[in-house]
């Protein structure tokens, strides 16, 4: 199979958008199991809506954020993920006081995310009402880094975080 047939065969090596003259490439991850029975707290969950992820949200929704699809409350498995970009396959999560007691709980979530090949990138919930255009320029420079150039096995970086 030639590298073109491969990278198709992959999801990955085609084309989504651009970012400051770079390439960003696509890297779906097909078949994601969904647990159907969380589909109300995923509502519930968007309407009660925390600070950070509205203050986020504004930013990327309705394709604002370089033509990229957010999902917002996405359910993967039996964990429901603040944000999801599935041409990314990018799980974009929002840490605040609400992860200070799981511990345990979001190890395991995190394990099961990395085993489907997801990349997982965190920001912190305080650093969004501080300083939300430096946290986009973050995600804009992880987005580039991690998908602008194809990998030879269609498996790009994996975790994120804007920590730095």
């Not at 999801?11 to 097909?30: E, Q, R, S």
């Not at 007691?101 to 965190?122: C, M, P, T, W």
């Not at 269609?154 to 975080?161: A, S, V």
Request: glycine residues 6%; hydrophobic residues 35%; charged residues 25%.
């Amino acid at each position: 199979m030639n590298r073109e047939a491969r990278e198709g065969a992959l999801g990955y090596g085609v084309d989504v958008l651009h970012i400051n003259n770079h390439t960003i490439y696509k890297h779906y991850t097909p078949n994601l199991s969904r647990n159907h029975q969380l589909k109300e707290k995923t509502k519930h969950l968007r309407k009660a809506g925390i600070l950070s992820e509205v203050l986020f949200w504004q930013q990327v929704h309705q394709k604002k954020f370089y033509g990229i699809d957010f999902d917002r409350q996405c359910i993967i498995g039996h964990y429901i993920v603040d944000f999801y970009i599935k041409s990314l396959s990018l799980v974009i999560e929002i840490n605040g006081i609400s992860h200070d007691a799981k511990g345990v709980y979001d190890e395991e979530r995190h394990a099961f995310l990395q085993s489907l090949k997801l990349n997982i990138y965190r920001i912190e919930e305080k650093e969004i009402k501080r300083n939300l255009s430096g946290i986009m320029q973050n995600l804009e420079y992880y987005i580039v880094l991690t998908y602008s150039t194809p990998h030879p096995l269609g498996t790009p970086l994996q975790e994120g975080n804007n920590d730095a």
